[in-house]
T-cell receptor, first 112, second 116 residues
Framework: AQSVTQPDIHITVSEGASLELRCNYS??????LFWYVQSPGQGLQLLLK??????LVQGIKGFEAEFKRSQSSFNLRKPSVHWSDAAEYFC??????????FGAGTTVTVRA | GAVVSQHPSRVICKSGTSVKIECRSL??????MFWYRQFPKQSLMLMAT?????????EQGVEKDKFLINHASLTLSTLTVTSAHPEDSSFYIC????????????FGEGSWLTVV
């Protein structure tokens, strides 16, 4: 069965520290991969996406993600976190029909 | 960049009534739109795929007669929750596929529905 796993429910990080959010998937083929961010009560904003090509993807707000086929992973990273990065982060996966399956989400808290 | 707009952002309705939520792609044509539902502090679950000019495709377990979807134009899809019950209270969010080479999915701001 197809699935998307975000192992970390909640991560707390100090402002200025690095952040890594994990995402693993189980699909029959290499899917399209997305990371979205959601602030409380708001919609989703696309941070970055991977369809093919270079496995290190640069996104907005200083985020990047690396696709590792051997590990079926698409982890999100940011070298230096800002207080405004506190939000819910969702990894999403889909095939060429663009029906996305979402992970459970990771809540990021940034402490001063 | 591409923008997807939903309206209303918040709505309260009485049990037994129907409520319509609109999803518009503001600066691109979206032949395909998707409707998701999100319960508080949970992830998003795909409800249905809305195709312009044809019937929507519903995911397993989603009642098509309760959640009516209409995709009347290339920029507008509507979700109507019929005979609403308190358990229909949720965050409904749409997305639209921009297919002009960029193949990106953009999400709307979401709509909070509370049924009292």
């Amino acid at each position: 069965a197809q699935s998307v796993t975000q192992p970390d429910i909640h991560i707390t990080v100090s402002e200025g520290a690095s952040l890594e959010l994990r995402c693993n998937y189980s699909y029959g083929a290499t899917p399209y991969l997305f990371w979205y961010v959601q602030s409380p009560g708001q919609g989703l904003q696309l941070l970055l996406k991977y369809f093919s090509g270079d496995t290190l993807v640069q996104g907005i707000k200083g985020f990047e993600a690396e696709f590792k086929r051997s590990q079926s992973s698409f982890n999100l990273r940011k070298p230096s976190v800002h207080w405004s990065d506190a939000a819910e982060y969702f990894c999403a996966v889909g095939l060429n029909d663009y029906k996305l399956s979402f992970g459970a989400g990771t809540t990021v808290t940034v402490r001063a | 960049g591409a923008v997807v707009s939903q309206h209303p952002s918040r709505v309260i309705c009485k049990s037994g009534t129907s409520v319509k939520i609109e999803c518009r792609s503001l600066d691109f044509q979206a032949t395909t739109m998707f409707w998701y539902r999100q319960f508080p502090k949970q992830s998003l679950m795909l409800m249905a795929t809305s195709n312009e000019g044809s019937k929507a495709t519903y995911e397993q377990g989603v009642e098509k007669d309760k959640f009516l979807i209409n995709h009347a134009s290339l920029t507008l899809s509507t979700l109507t929750v019929t005979s609403a019950h308190p358990e229909d209270s949720s965050f409904y969010i749409c997305s639209a596929r921009e297919g002009t080479g960029r193949n990106t999915i953009y999400f709307g701001e979401g709509s909070w529905l509370t049924v009292v």
